[in-house]
T-cell receptor, first 113, second 118 residues
Framework: DAGVTQSPTHLIKTRGQQVTLRCSPK?????VSWYQQALGQGPQFIFQ???????QRGNFPDRFSGHQFPNYSSELNVNALLLGDSALYLC????????????FGQGTRLTVV | DQQVKQNSPSLSVQEGRISILNCDYT??????FLWYKKYPAEGPTFLIS?????DKNEDGRFTVFLNKSAKHLSLHIVPSQPGDSAVYFC?????????????????FGQGTILTVHP
């Protein structure tokens, strides 16, 4: 049984570009949350998707948007990339949004140059 | 505004001794607290949690203590093992239920790097 898979594992983008990160939740999970982890910091909540809708959102600008598909997989899109967007982006999946049984993926390391 | 703080960036402990990791929070709405462990190149893994209606929760070698009046929690690992060496994150949520589940947005601390020496 595959856990949470994220793709790509690493990528490099130029300032002003747009990026799409992908997440496949653990089998049986219906909720996907996205977090941004800057170097030396803890993960910061971006948003959570459940039943293909954004259920909760953290303090991130509208440049950050997402989507959840009928198979529960999810995408995180970031437009007009800034140098400060360089971070590890983590996806967590769970059933019904519960945190104790949430599984995190290994993350996507985004570098903006 | 850092609502969850782990003021010790690192902690070094001898194998077999106790490791104590600390966490402070400022938001009175937080009612559920979790500890996660993270190895390099892996995502965080849930370790143990505690609801605000309790002051202690124990699971094997891991015990979490909650002091609501001080807005402080700690994770005790006894005895510490070299395999416990990792980054430990404290996290809090403002949505929990009496059945023992935290939901939704997690607010994380900055993390503490624990090194357990053989």
């Amino acid at each position: 049984d595959a856990g949470v898979t994220q793709s790509p594992t690493h990528l490099i983008k130029t300032r002003g570009q747009q990026v799409t990160l992908r997440c496949s939740p653990k089998s049986g999970h219906d909720t996907v949350s996205w977090y941004q982890q800057a170097l030396g910091q803890g993960p910061q909540f971006i948003f959570q998707y459940y039943e293909e809708e954004e259920r909760q959102r953290g303090n991130f600008p509208d440049r950050f948007s997402g989507h959840q598909f009928p198979n529960y997989s999810s995408e995180l899109n970031v437009n007009a990339l800034l140098l400060g967007d360089s971070a590890l982006y983590l996806c967590a999946s769970s059933l019904g949004g519960g945190n104790q049984l949430a599984f995190f993926g290994q993350g996507t390391r985004l570098t903006v140059v | 505004d850092q609502q969850v703080k782990q003021n010790s960036p690192s902690l070094s402990v001898q194998e077999g001794r106790i490791s104590i990791l600390n966490c402070d929070y400022t938001n009175s709405m937080f009612d559920y607290f979790l500890w996660y462990k993270k190895y390099p190149a892996e995502g965080p893994t849930f370790l143990i949690s505690i609801s605000s209606i309790k002051d202690k929760n124990e699971d094997g070698r891991f015990t979490v203590f909650l002091n609501k009046s001080a807005k402080h929690l700690s994770l005790h690992i006894v005895p510490s093992q070299p395999g416990d060496s990792a980054v430990y994150f404290c996290a809090a949520s403002a949505t929990g239920d009496a059945g023992g589940t935290s939901y939704g947005k997690l607010t994380f601390g900055q993390g503490t790097i624990l090194t357990v020496h053989p």
